[in-house]
């Protein structure tokens, strides 16, 4: 059965800390992997992943993939109290029909 | 990045009744949408498939007559909880699609159903 699982499922560090989230899956052949942050509404799209070894970077944010080892993480540099969310990492497998298998999720808490 | 609004954000409503969400993509046609739902702490399980013009693919366990799914249009989804109960409180978000492989899911913003 396809699954996505996402590690640590919580975390709270301090203004200025690094944070890496961890997402690994078990899909074969998927077409992309992404990376969203969800606050109290609906998540908003950070990345999409199709190439092993690539990172993608936006700001602070940068995300890799390695499609070897059935991983990909996100990194967070010098956080910030807004970046506490949930974030969370889909999968979009093979088949065309646009359905995400997400993971559990990864609750970001950061105190100022 | 492309637009999808969702309507209501908030709604109360007592059990028995039923309710209706609409899933608006703004700036592009969205050749399909998927609606989740969202329990407290939990990520988001989807419940349909959603093809203009053709009836929704419900997931495993999701009952298509409590959850009836019209997609009537490009830019148009309607999610009615029909016969609400308290344990269909939850957060409801849409999702919409252009079409072509590499298009991304767009989100709403979410729809807070609590059934009292």
């Known amino acids: 059965e396809d699954k996505v699982v996402q590690s640590p499922l919580s975390l709270v560090v301090h203004e200025g800390d690094t944070v890496t989230l961890n997402c690994s899956y078990e899909v074969t052949n998927f077409r992309s992997l992404l990376w969203y942050k969800q606050e109290k509404k609906a998540p908003t799209f950070l990345f999409m992943l199709t190439s092993s070894g690539i990172e993608k970077k936006s700001g602070r944010l940068s995300s890799i993939l390695d499609k070897k080892e059935l991983f990909s993480i996100l990194n967070i540099t010098a956080t910030q109290t807004g970046d506490s969310a949930i974030y969370l990492c889909a999968v979009d497998p093979p088949g065309n029909t646009g359905k995400l298998i997400f993971g559990q999720g990864t609750t970001l808490q950061v105190k100022p | 990045g492309a637009v999808v609004s969702q309507h209501p954000s908030w709604v109360i409503c007592k059990s028995g009744t039923s309710v209706k969400i609409e899933c608006r993509s703004l700036?592009?046609?969205?050749?399909?949408m998927f609606w989740y739902r969202q329990f407290p702490k939990q990520s988001l399980m989807l419940m349909a498939t959603s093809n203009e013009g053709s009836k929704a693919t419900y997931e495993q366990g999701v009952e298509k007559d409590k959850f009836l799914i019209n997609h009537a249009s490009l830019t148009l989804s309607t999610l009615t909880v029909t016969s609400a109960h308290p344990e269909d409180s939850s957060f409801y978000i849409c999702?919409?699609?252009?079409?072509?492989?590499?298009?991304?899911?767009?989100f709403g913003p979410g729809t807070r159903l609590l059934v009292l």
């Open positions: 999702s919409a699609k252009a079409g072509g492989p590499q298009e991304t899911q767009y």
């Open positions: 700036d592009f046609q969205a050749t399909t």
